[in-house]
């Protein structure tokens, strides 16, 4: 008894002073530690609800498919710069957590990509490695995107254009820093200061140091790229931090949990290294993953609440968020303004990107407004906003879900509902009166300011 009474008042004294306290009123000390621990819940809230695991898994089966096409098209490039002698190195200290079986792994990759062949492969086998390439991306960018609760993905031009971007230019970049590392710290200037004790213990801590900057540097352009969203670097600094200090962290875990893997290696027999090296990959993407939700939860602190994170809107919610997108799309249209973007939308209702995008993209796939090709995307009206409707806007949110199998007009109501029904249609179309959402527009349309985009 006892104890579940100390239970009971730790979770009371938690829920008051973490959760059910403005951090308006506190101190900036307590205001980074409650914000710390409110994300540390909701992260360890949402591994159990199985979504960030599950897409871990997802990228370890993938990577192993996409992998080897990967590092052949890496592999390429790099050798025109005559670099691609480095590549292993790499491999061996990604996989140095594995023991003798990250050489043995690191061997059988170097092996399947020098028999990786351009002319062997052909035209459409090396389209289909290309192709294997970007939807590895595909799937990291769906993921992350996944976390940031967007739900529109870059066209597929831009897709490819920026995967192959990074593919290509990404290795050169990595190891032309390697490089410069490496060649600045042989210089003779540098070597006669390491003799000095100081700085040749300043010179060796920088030096053990560099593996975690790299890391923190790779997780950060990660983050901030990947989204198809904006992304603060500010966020993306702190969850790299973070997912750097777990990756290495988790390489001695899983080191020591190597040397003791005998048993694995009875059981399993020559599948070991494979099983041990798909563990890796799995601990590895779900700590890429676990970072960028700290990257999403340090820059969205509307979405720091311990509800679901499932959005269910009230159909009157629906049409007024709906109506007051389509007036402020159309105002800026009519009044040559720049055009909103989901964010800068969102931003100026004083909702999440997450909700407006649901109605945005309700308003687009009913021929309302259209998506142009910007980065980020922006919206204007479909056609003339003098014979668009008010009635139009009502009427495509509230038929929202509704399909050939099942809708309003596939329901037999009784006579006594149908009556009821057309009356309430019959009051929505007096109540607007065939007002236009020009009307609307040029009603006080000075007030509002422009989006920043």
């Given amino acids: 008894?006892?104890?579940?009474?100390?239970?009971?008042?730790?979770?009371?004294?938690?829920?008051?002073?973490?959760?059910?306290?403005?951090?308006?009123?506190?101190?900036?000390?307590r205001s980074n530690l409650v914000t710390g621990l409110r994300i540390t819940h909701l992260i360890i809230r949402d591994l159990l609800d199985g979504m960030i695991t599950l897409r871990a898994m997802g990228l370890v089966y993938t990577t192993i498919l996409a992998l080897v096409p990967l590092l052949a098209v890496s592999f390429s490039v790099l050798k025109g710069f005559g670099v691609h002698n480095q590549v292993e190195p790499m491999l061996l200290s990604l996989f140095q957590p594995?023991?003798?079986?990250?050489?043995?792994?690191?061997?059988?990759?170097?092996?399947?990509?020098?028999?990786?062949?351009?002319?062997?492969?052909?035209?459409?086998?090396?389209?289909?490695?290309?192709?294997?390439?970007?939807?590895?991306?595909?799937?990291?960018?769906?993921?992350?995107?996944?976390?940031?609760r967007v739900t529109h993905h870059r066209?597929?031009?831009?897709?490819?254009?920026?995967?192959?971007?990074?593919?290509?230019?990404?290795?050169?970049?990595?190891?032309?820093?390697?490089?410069?590392?490496?060649?600045?710290?042989?210089?003779?200037?540098?070597?006669?200061?390491?003799?000095?004790?100081?700085?040749?213990?300043?010179?060796?801590?920088?030096?053990?140091?560099?593996?975690?900057?790299?890391?923190?540097?790779?997780?950060?352009?990660?983050?901030?790229?990947?989204p198809n969203t904006r992304v603060k670097i500010k966020s993306a600094l702190v969850g790299a931090i973070v997912a750097g200090?777990?990756?290495?962290?988790?390489?001695?875990?899983?080191?020591?949990?190597?040397?003791?893997?005998?048993?694995?290696t009875a059981i399993y027999s020559a599948f070991a290294t494979l099983i041990i090296f798909f563990i890796w990959l799995y601990v590895n993407w779900l700590i890429l993953l676990i970072g960028c939700s700290i990257v999403f939860y340090h820059q969205q602190p509307s979405h720091r609440h311990l509800g679901s994170r499932v959005v269910r809107l009230s159909n009157r919610l629906r049409?007024?968020?709906?109506?007051?997108?389509?007036?402020?799309?159309?105002?800026?249209?009519?009044?040559?303004?720049?055009?909103?973007s989901i964010d800068t939308l969102a931003e100026h209702m004083g909702v999440s990107a997450e909700v407006c995008s649901l109605l945005v993209e309700r308003l687009v796939k009913a021929r309302l407004?259209?998506?142009?090709?910007?980065?980020?995307?922006?919206?204007?009206?479909?056609?003339?906003?003098?014979?668009?409707?008010?009635?139009?806007?009502?009427?495509?949110?509230?038929?929202?879900?509704?399909s050939s199998n099942l809708s309003s007009a596939s329901v037999k109501p009784e006579p006594e509902i149908a009556d009821v029904l057309l009356a309430m249609e019959d009051a929505i179309k007096k109540s607007l009166q065939g007002r236009t959402l020009k009307d609307l527009s040029v009603t006080h349309g000075d007030d509002d300011s422009a989006p920043s985009n």
């Fill in 1 to 29: 008894m006892k104890t579940k009474l100390n239970f009971r008042f730790l979770k009371r004294f938690y829920l008051e002073n973490v959760w059910q306290t403005s951090q308006d009123t506190m101190s900036v000390a």
């Fill in 98 to 148: 594995l023991g003798e079986k990250g050489a043995e792994v690191t061997a059988k990759i170097i092996e399947f990509v020098d028999n990786t062949k351009a002319g062997v492969l052909g035209t459409l086998g090396l389209a289909l490695l290309m192709y294997t390439v970007v939807s590895l991306l595909q799937k990291i960018e769906r993921a992350f995107n996944y976390t940031w």
């Fill in 155 to 226: 066209p597929i031009g831009q897709r490819f254009s920026d995967y192959l971007t990074v593919v290509l230019i990404g290795p050169v970049l990595l190891f032309s820093a390697l490089g410069v590392t490496a060649s600045v710290s042989n210089l003779a200037l540098i070597q006669e200061a390491m003799e000095m004790e100081t700085i040749g213990f300043m010179v060796k801590f920088f030096g053990r140091l560099v593996p975690y900057l790299l890391v923190i540097c790779a997780f950060t352009f990660v983050y901030v790229f990947v």
């Fill in 245 to 264: 200090i777990l990756w290495e962290t988790a390489s001695w875990a899983f080191a020591a949990f190597v040397v003791t893997s005998a048993k694995y």
């Fill in 319 to 340: 049409e007024s968020l709906a109506l007051n997108i389509m007036l402020l799309i159309g105002r800026h249209y009519h009044l040559h303004r720049p055009a909103w």
């Fill in 369 to 402: 407004l259209t998506e142009t090709s910007e980065s980020p995307a922006t919206y204007l009206p479909a056609y003339d906003i003098e014979t668009l409707t008010l009635d139009e806007i009502i009427s495509s949110v509230r038929s929202s879900g509704e």
